[in-house]
Each structure stands twice: as structure tokens, then as C-alpha cells.
């Protein structure tokens, strides 16, 4: 027998009818002419009223579990996910939106995009690092605006956003190198970014097509805009957060939600995306608990790239030990935090040995690796900096996956930044980079 | 939001955790923290947690390895807090076990799993991810 209880349920406000409870709506009360925080629709006159100022409301009904449990799995995933029921009916492809494209799940081996690089690291430097620092400004920009009541407009991110995204088709590691280099003072903007260029670099390995990177990579650079309503001795702490503090943080999900909704320009993906990447596969996550299979595609995507940073960005590591702790977080909690499956294939996109990394290899030589090979992760290139005695030489890059060095040559063992006198923040300067690998390019 | 202790000078390798590490429950004055159990060394383990770690540098640790080969429980292990690192993804903290206060039989314990951990360390395929690379 069906069990009733209370159900809370979004609706947008085209599907209103006479009769419904709304108990909250797509933004503060106060914000809107509603003087009664809560109400039962009674004429038509409300709906128009609603319609005129937001996108959805939420409802509560009394209803059968059985019977509701479906629909409302499918309104706690988000806005994408009742977009994609809705289009599920329709058979007439002439009138397929570009929604219709987007995503529940990496592609099908068959359809999924096979993308190698079109120029190489050291060439794509000079112009990734332009490309970071005016996102950079971009993101600064945006949050900052956000914070001071002037308009915001996302907008303005997406040309930033496309830049990103051609530079890591062109490159898969270029941007990724300048994600390594961190600044703690500039941590919130440079997170954003990273997020974005990881989340895009995730998506290209995933053989996703270009617009759906660029919308994967939008959301990764908005996932994070609700910190800009959390208040900046909150955000820039020196020390713990007391429990009253975290609570406040991590109203940073409803907040994107709210402040993009109410911006009205963002796309739907990155609405969702921002009010529910802190969601966790066993139901533990924030700010609504949903279970595995509400949580939009999308957002299991950025989750990943979100960690990957947060745990890099850790002053108690050097940058390649952080990547290999924050793999190791993410490896074991597949299938409890994260996505099983994507969290397998984000650690085969980053690789065991990610650019920055400072091995040891079996013939003693010591090396910095410059960019991982698509197709053979464990044999990137390298760039040898130290002879089998250890001592400095002229710096020359040599493949591991070239039949040259296949069977005779590979990584023995990571090394502690700093090994020998070696440092990736030295390489990581862009003069010293860009000069080595721009003349082996 | 990510702020840390102080520097890590862990020296000894530490290897990834298996799937038998079936319990592992950090104690402090300010409560109980259900931890994954992320590396390990006979000296010390690293863990993490979606939640906030309460601050407490004196620390004990319940343990449960539960390897059909090797079965193992630790009862309030003492440990320090060597550093801890805080973001919003979740909190990451590694323990040194407090040698000198634990019985050798702990210590014998402690070094066997270790060595249940070595033998599938592979230095160059962490994750077991790139067999066919």
C-alpha cells in the first residue's frame, strides 16, 4: 500500500496550477512583491505574478511515495535533468535544441572523440599563459562584482572560457601547467580557473565534442561563484573554520544557484552544477544530500576537478606529491564521493606522472615531466636535468614512449621536489620553460 | 577555502591503502571522526574525511584490517597529528603512531601490513590503471 507523506517539488512556473503550495520560490522572498512567505495558489492573477519574477518555485504536495518517488528523483537532479525528460517524448529532430546535445554520460566508446594534440606544449605555452592570466582577471572580475551589488555579467566569462578550451584542445598540458602554480592570496580565483582547465582537460580525455567541453568548463569556472556572498573574513580565514563558519561556506552551493538563476544568463548546466558539486554519492554530501542517481552528470565531472585542485593547492606538499594525495583521496573514495567510473578515467587523464613531476628513471638519470603521452601515460616526456651521477647537464627532452626508449627506459620512482637540487616551480617559470621546451618543440 | 599545518616531513613511503581496511575511527577530545583510510607505513597513515576535523593534535586511532590473509584490530592506538590539511572538499590529516607507547605486538602488527601493502605496490602503476599502457 502507497505510503503518503510531505514532498517538496521544483516546478517551473509555466507548470503552475490552481491549488498548489509554494513554499519557496527561486530567490529571497524579499526580493519579490509576495508579502506572505509561502501560500496556496488561488487565481490566476499569482501564477502571472510568479512568472513574471522567477524561473521555478518549489511546491509541497501530499502524495503517494510510490507513485512520486520517479518524478521527484528526477526534480531533485536539477533543472538539465527535468529539460531532458521533457525533450524525451519528442521524436521530430528538426526541432532538437542544442540542449538535446548535452550529456548524461561520458559518450559511447564509438561516438566518443579521439583528440591528439595539434601543437606542441612548449608552442602553446606563450599563449596559454596569456590566456590563464586574462581569465584570471576575468574571474576576479566577475566575483568581485558580485560581491559589490554591481551587475554581473557571465557572459563576459564565456570568451574566457573559449579561449581556455581552444588552448586545451590544441595542448591537453599546457594550461595544465599553469594550474600548478599557486598563489594563496589569489586562492578562490585561481581555483575557479583551475576547476575550469581541469574540468575542460577531463572532458576532452572523456572524447566529449567541443561544445560540450565548453559547457563542462563554463560550469567548472562558475562552480564556485556563490563564495562571492560568503563574507571575505569567512572566505580568506587564516586558521580553522569554527563549525558556524562552515555552515556559512557551504551555503556557497545555494547561493551559485540563486545569484545565477537571478542572473538570468548562465546556462542550466552550470546552475546545476554550482548547487550541486558538493553532493556525494552516498547521500552524505551538501546542501541536499541526493543519492547517486540525482546527481547531475555534470557535477560528478567538476566534483573531481574541484578536489584535484583543493587538495594541490595544500602548502604541505610539494606540487607533484600533492597530485599523487589528492589521486589517492579520489581513488578511494570512488564509489562513496565520487563517480566509480569517472574518478578511474580522471586519474588516467591526469596520469601517474603529471606535468611537474620529478622522477628518477632506471638508467639514474633525474628528469622533470613535460607532458603526458595520450596513449601511454606511464611514458610521458621528459625533460633530464640531472646526469646518472646527479650532477646538472644541458636539459634534453626525450620521449618514453618512443621505441627508441619503450623497453630500455622508464620512470623508476618519483622524487621529493627539490631532489637534487631540482625544482618544478624553477621549470615552471615561464621564461625557463617556455625557453627549453619552445627551442625543442 | 584550504588551509594546512605545518609542513609534512614525512620521509618514509607510505602505500596506498587496500580495500581491508574496514574501520578506521579517529579519536579526539572533541569526538569520534569516521575516516578512509588513504596510505599507510608502519610509522603512519594518512586519512581523510568529508567532514571538519576537530582540533586535537593528541589523537588515538580504532583500526580494523580485515584481509582474508590477515586479520587485525587496533584499540585506541595513540597517535600525533602531524599535519592536517582543510578545504572544502573534505579534511586530509596524517597520523604518526606514537611508537613509544605501543606494545611491541602492535608495532610487529602495524609492520605486517605494511608488508601486505608492499607486495602490491607497483611504483610505476599506482592504481593498477595503465596494465596494458
Same mark, same amino acid.
Given at each position: ?66 507513485? &512520486? ?11 538539465? @535533468? ?25 559518450? *559511447? ?11 606542441? !606544449? ?36 564565456? @570568451? ?12 591537453? $598540458? ?58 571575505? $573574513? ?18 556557497? !552551493? ?6 545565477? &538563476? ?36 555534470? @557535477?560528478?565531472?567538476?566534483?573531481? *576537478? $574541484? ?14 606529491? *600533492? ?76 620521449? &618514453? ?24 616551480? $624553477?621549470? &615552471? ?13 | ?30 569526538? #569520534? ?33 580485515? #584481509? ?6 587496533? #584499540? ?8 592536517? #590539511? ?48
Amino acid at each position: 500500500m502507497a505510503e503518503h507523506q510531505l514532498i517538496e517539488i521544483e516546478v517551473p512556473v509555466n507548470q503552475l496550477k490552481l491549488g498548489m503550495h509554494v513554499i519557496r520560490l527561486d530567490r529571497p522572498w524579499l526580493d519579490t512583491d509576495f508579502p506572505l512567505q509561502g501560500f496556496v495558489i488561488k487565481n490566476h492573477t499569482q501564477i502571472k505574478r510568479l512568472a513574471e519574477q522567477c524561473q521555478y518555485v518549489v511546491i509541497q504536495s501530499t502524495s503517494a511515495k510510490p507513485a &512520486l518517488s520517479q518524478e521527484r528523483r528526477v526534480q531533485k537532479q536539477g533543472l538539465f @535533468a527535468r529539460l531532458m525528460q521533457k525533450k524525451k517524448p519528442s521524436s521530430n529532430a528538426k526541432l532538437v535544441s542544442s540542449h538535446t546535445k548535452m550529456s548524461i554520460a561520458p559518450p *559511447a566508446p564509438e561516438k566518443r572523440i579521439c583528440y591528439t594534440d595539434q601543437v606542441g !606544449t612548449g608552442q602553446e605555452l606563450t599563449k596559454a599563459k596569456i590566456t590563464y592570466d586574462d581569465a584570471k582577471t576575468t574571474v576576479n572580475h566577475l566575483m568581485e562584482n558580485i560581491r559589490f551589488g554591481r551587475s554581473a555579467n557571465v557572459l563576459e566569462s564565456s @570568451a574566457a572560457v573559449d579561449h581556455i578550451v581552444d588552448s586545451v584542445i590544441r595542448n591537453q $598540458d599546457a594550461l595544465r601547467w599553469l594550474t600548478k602554480i599557486k598563489h594563496q592570496d589569489e586562492y578562490t580565483a585561481e581555483h575557479s580557473l583551475n576547476v575550469c582547465i581541469l574540468s575542460a582537460t577531463f572532458a576532452r580525455f572523456l572524447g566529449h565534442d567541443e561544445s560540450e567541453i565548453r559547457r563542462i568548463a563554463m560550469s567548472g569556472l562558475l562552480h564556485d561563484v556563490g563564495k562571492s556572498r560568503v563574507p571575505l $573574513d569567512i572566505l580568506n580565514k587564516q586558521g580553522r573554520l569554527t563549525a558556524d563558519e562552515i555552515n556559512i561556506m557551504k551555503e556557497h !552551493t545555494t547561493f551559485g544557484k540563486d545569484l545565477l &538563476l537571478s542572473i538570468g544568463q548562465a546556462d542550466r548546466i552550470a546552475v546545476d552544477v554550482a548547487h550541486t558539486h558538493h553532493e556525494r554519492l552516498d547521500g552524505k554530501g551538501y546542501p541536499r544530500g541526493l543519492r547517486a542517481s540525482q546527481i547531475p552528470y555534470y @557535477a560528478k565531472i567538476i566534483a573531481l *576537478a $574541484d578536489c584535484y585542485d583543493a587538495i594541490t593547492s595544500s602548502r604541505c606538499y610539494d606540487g607533484a606529491r *600533492a597530485s599523487m594525495e589528492a589521486l589517492d583521496i579520489i581513488y578511494k573514495c570512488r564509489g562513496v564521493q565520487f563517480d566509480q567510473e569517472l574518478a578511474i578515467d580522471f586519474i588516467k587523464c591526469i596520469g601517474i606522472f603529471p606535468p611537474g613531476a620529478i622522477v628518477e628513471l632506471n638508467t639514474g638519470e633525474v628528469g622533470i615531466v613535460i607532458s603526458a603521452n595520450t596513449n601511454s601515460k606511464l611514458r610521458p616526456k621528459v625533460l633530464l636535468v640531472r646526469s646518472r651521477d646527479k650532477k646538472a647537464i644541458r636539459e634534453q627532452s626525450i620521449d &618514453l614512449s618512443s621505441i627508441e626508449f619503450e623497453q630500455k627506459i622508464k620512470i623508476a620512482r618519483e622524487l621529493p621536489d627539490g631532489s637534487h637540487g631540482v625544482h618544478s616551480r $624553477d621549470y &615552471l617559470s615561464m621564461g625557463a620553460i617556455m625557453d627549453i621546451m619552445g627551442k625543442q618543440s | 577555502m584550504t588551509y594546512a599545518s605545518t609542513q609534512d616531513k614525512r620521509q618514509t613511503k607510505r602505500f596506498l591503502c587496500d580495500q581491508y581496511f574496514i574501520q578506521c575511527t579517529l579519536k579526539t577530545r572533541a569526538g #569520534n571522526l569516521a575516516m578512509t583510510a588513504i596510505d599507510f607505513s608502519k610509522e603512519g597513515m594518512g586519512l581523510f574525511s568529508s567532514d571538519m576535523l576537530p582540533e586535537s593534535e593528541q589523537v588515538s586511532l580504532y583500526l580494523s584490517y580485515q #584481509n582474508p590473509r590477515l586479520q587485525l584490530k587496533f #584499540n585506541a592506538l595513540p597517535c600525533v597529528l602531524v599535519y592536517y #590539511n582543510i578545504t572544502e572538499v573534505g579534511s586530509q590529516c596524517g597520523l604518526r603512531f606514537s611508537l613509544g607507547k605501543i606494545s611491541q605486538t602492535e608495532q610487529q602488527a602495524l609492520a605486517a601490513i605494511e608488508l601486505v601493502l608492499a607486495e602490491l605496490d607497483d611504483p610505476e602503476d599506482r592504481y593498477h590503471l595503465f596494465g596494458d599502457d
